[in-house]
């Protein structure tokens, strides 16, 4: 099984970076997903780590190190429109398919 | 752009009362899947199909049901709603080993 843990909730200032984190302990590893959910909506896809490294999309990056079962999701140049919930999803390597696990987001907060 | 449909974005129901939510999407996806979604609860697996009409249990199906009888559209019903089934429920679909593609989600009341 899965078991994915991240904050919340975090607050943080239009213009300025924020890290989202996410650690996780699975009996399989294949891949681990961000995506963000805007309140009433459906979560969208935002990125993707299946080898250790950063991932850069625009103002949004991504950080896996499977050794230590670690992630996060790097935000930068804050706009107020990021104001959602970030999910880390950990996708099942062990004859799941494309099963994925999620953990119960982070919320969060972009302020002037 | 891939595009995922449920039937409803809200729907009211009793209890006892078997219920039907639908999903369709239009871009060839082999997986598809429901969810459901709950406070402080996250995102939960129910049901999954690699295929037509091939299903497999996910983290929490008791009480549901899922049928895929063509390969675009994924059925979850439930075969007497329960107050405890009320919650958001999300379909999404994806090619196998990419990103999942997610519906705007049925909300769904059982009185």
């Known amino acids: 099984g899965q078991n994915i843990d991240q904050p919340t909730e975090m607050t943080a200032t239009e213009g300025a970076i924020v890290q989202i984190n996410c650690t996780y302990q699975?009996?399989?590893?294949?891949?681990l997903f961000w995506y963000q959910q805007h309140a009433g909506e459906a979560p969208t896809f935002l990125s993707y780590?299946?080898?250790?490294g950063l991932e850069e999309k625009g103002r949004f990056s991504s950080f896996l190190s499977r050794s230590k079962g670690y992630s996060y999701l790097l935000l930068k140049e804050l706009q107020m429109k990021d104001s959602a919930s970030y999910l880390c999803?950990?996708?099942?390597?062990?004859?799941?398919?494309?099963?994925?696990?999620f953990g119960t987001g982070t919320q969060l907060k972009v302020e002037l | 752009d891939v595009k995922v449909t449920q039937s409803s974005r809200y729907l009211v129901k009793r209890t006892g009362e078997k219920v039907f939510l639908e999903c369709v999407q239009d871009?060839?996806?082999?997986?598809m899947f429901w969810y459901r979604q709950d406070p402080g609860l996250g995102l939960r697996l129910i049901y999954f199909?690699?295929?037509?009409?091939?299903?497999e249990k996910g983290d929490i199906p008791e009480g549901y049901s899922v049928s895929r009888e063509k390969k675009e559209r994924f059925s979850l019903i439930l075969e007497s709603a329960s107050t405890n089934q009320t919650s958001m429920y999300l379909c999404?679909?994806?090619?196998?080993?990419?990103?999942?593609?997610f519906g705007p989600g049925t909300r769904l009341t059982v009185t």
């Open positions: 999404a679909s994806s090619f196998p080993n990419y990103e999942q593609y």
């Open positions: 699975t009996s399989g590893f294949n891949g």
């Open positions: 780590n299946v080898l250790d």
């Open positions: 999803a950990v996708r099942d390597g062990a004859g799941g398919g494309n099963k994925l696990t």
């Open positions: 871009m060839d996806h082999e997986n």
């Open positions: 199909s690699y295929d037509v009409k091939m299903k």
